[in-house]
């Protein structure tokens, strides 16, 4: 048993170098507004849900256990209690999709007053912090539409009920839910469908929809209108879509779902041989799509970075790249591939460094023999290239398993997944379809991930290639016992190298007087405190009678986290 242990440990403090060992990079770049919480905006209409207060300290309960001893200047004494096994992730991406087409996830229908759709992310985001989660994913573009205000295209007819017309009274969806993830600590990102400009023959489409402004751009298939990626004017369409959004709102990702060229639909044809003879390049057909997938992926990296370089771009492809049969360095899986169904050739996208980080959608269980869990993804832990990896898991079958995949009517299958992940050194995290799945709690997956695997709070991995540097350390820390408890105060850091100052700050408790502070331990940590201004923190879980040695640390946006500044309390 001890040698498993020490074998575990020594895997997971692998885990912390990532796919690479990029050199520190210094991104130069005007200073970005710190996440505070947004002044109210008049309503007219009521009820309008109102925003939350300004973002507080979010404590985290700490455990209670055995107590080892140690000696300090001869004096025995008490440090931090540790729980037996692993030291759970202190770095980890927790993300949810929150898909909007169809009213997935949000709003819940169609022309829901203001008020409810405010009180429907309010409460959704709340429920998503406490269960650990640090990052959403909000589809804000679903077939050539917006939920958001500042856009060229029509409002969303999932948001009002009719596409084109704008919320009554009027607000911006998108800049409240960037506020509310912003004030609970969680990273926001900007989820876009690329390839529809409708949804259904029966979709409400305004007269201004660019079905109708550029008719050659786009083409009839399985009964929805589809961009035409051949056509460059569509790619720098999009393109110039995604940098709107980048340039008018404080996003910390854009993200591409896996339609790029549609699913094939029995007895169609997607007619773009026209195309193909226009801009022809010596390429045959296949390769064609996928050099114009490559070449709008490349499109919008350079748009997001030339406006917003420290912005993230992921993307979440279908999960099979190839299978072996077609490739030997494919997945030993038997299924759809992305590479010849939808053209994308995504793992030339991460090992050439076009997107920072990537979602293969691993929806299927452990006990699929046609593609297996653990199967897809060590292929994928092998060839992320240069990016993070998260695996994308499918929530919404959990509770359903059926003969060809029984797997997922089992209560252990999910856990299962999670457990794999993390002994995986290239796996970074998790991003879960979808937020109503999570709600619904099917076979208690949402109770397991808040009581085990996102029990203690988890920074997001840093992307060192974006930003290395970290912020400068909090000054003047003070503690003082009050009667509210135990009270902790500093000053702000200054500019750092790259002009960054602190996002949120991280507060950590340890007993006694420890010979070495566990700062990679997210047990010792008692509050995470939002937004550069947020430097007072009261501990009200401290034993009085105890010794304790606090520790607080500052971290920038892109999460690199500065040196320690501590104190001593009795």
Not at 98 to 125: C, H, Y
Not at 300 to 317: E, M, T
Request: hydrophobic share 35%; aromatic share 12%; charged share 25%.
């Amino acid at each position: 048993m001890r040698l498993i242990a020490f074998l575990c440990l020594f895997v997971l403090a692998l885990s912390w170098d990532g796919c690479r060992r990029p050199q520190p990079v210094v991104v130069k770049r005007t200073p970005v507004p710190v996440r505070r919480p947004p002044a109210a905006k008049p309503i007219p209409q009521k009820p309008v849900a109102a925003k939350p207060e300004p973002a507080k300290p979010v404590p985290v309960a700490p455990v209670a256990a055995p107590t080892p001893k140690d000696m300090v200047d001869g004096e025995e004494v008490e440090e931090m209690p540790f729980e037996r096994g692993l030291v759970p992730p202190k770095r980890e991406f927790r993300a949810v999709w929150i898909a909007t087409i169809d009213n997935i996830d949000w709003p819940s229908k169609k022309g829901l007053p203001v008020a409810d759709q405010q009180r429907e992310i309010i409460e959704m985001f709340d429920q998503q912090q406490q269960m650990g989660i640090n990052a959403v994913v909000v589809q804000v573009r679903s077939a050539a539409d917006a939920f958001y205000a500042k856009s060229s295209e029509p409002w969303s007819e999932w948001l009002t009920g009719q596409q084109g017309l704008a919320p009554q009274p009027f607000y911006d969806p998108l800049e409240f839910m960037i506020e509310q993830a912003h004030q609970r600590g969680m990273e926001f990102h900007a989820w876009f469908n690329l390839d529809r400009a409708t949804y259904s023959k029966t979709s409400s489409v305004a007269p201004t929809n660019i079905i109708y402004r550029k008719p050659g751009w786009v083409f009839t298939y399985g009964g929805r209108k589809l961009f035409n990626l051949g056509a460059p004017a569509v790619r720098t369409y999009i393109a110039g879509i995604v940098a709107n959004v980048v340039r008018e709102y404080d996003v910390d990702g854009i993200h591409f779902d896996d339609y790029f060229y549609p699913y094939a639909v029995a007895g169609q044809v997607f007619r773009d041989d026209s195309t193909y003879q226009a801009n022809f390049n010596g390429m045959k057909k296949e390769d064609w799509r996928r050099d114009n997938v490559t070449k709008l992926i490349t499109e919008l990296r350079d748009s997001i970075r030339d406006n917003k370089p420290w912005v993230k771009f992921g993307v979440s492809p279908f999960g099979i790249w190839k299978n072996r049969s077609n490739d030997a360095e494919g997945s030993a899986t038997n299924g759809g591939q992305s590479y010849y169904d939808q053209y994308a050739d995504t793992r030339k996208w991460i090992r050439n460094g076009l997107i920072d980080y990537i979602v293969p959608q691993v929806y299927f269980s452990t006990e699929f023999t046609r593609v297996p869990y653990k199967t897809l993804v060590e292929w994928w832990a092998r060839n992320c290239g240069k990016a993070h990896l998260y695996i994308g898991h499918g929530a919404y079958r959990v509770g359903r398993g059926s003969e060809r995949d029984p797997g997922w009517g089992r209560f252990t299958e999910l856990p299962d997944q999670m457990r794999y992940n993390r002994q995986q050194r290239a796996v970074l995290g998790s991003v879960f379809f979808s937020a109503k799945s999570l709600k619904t709690n099917p076979l208690a997956i949402r109770d397991s991930l808040q009581s085990n695997f996102y029990r203690y709070p988890a920074l997001v991995p840093p992307m060192t290639w974006l930003d290395s540097i970290p912020p400068l350390a909090p000054r003047d820390l003070k503690v003082a016992d009050t009667p509210e408890g135990i009270e902790l105060f500093w000053q702000q850091p200054g500019e750092a190298q790259d002009g960054d100052g602190a996002s949120y700050y991280i507060v950590y408790r340890f007993e006694g007087r420890p010979s070495r502070m566990r700062l990679e331990d997210p047990r010792c940590i008692v509050a995470q405190c939002i937004g550069e201004a947020s430097t007072r923190f009261i501990d009200r879980t401290a034993d009085p009678k105890k010794k304790y040695v606090y520790a607080v640390t500052a971290v920038d946006r892109l999460h690199n986290e500065s040196r320690e500044v501590t104190v001593k309390l009795r």
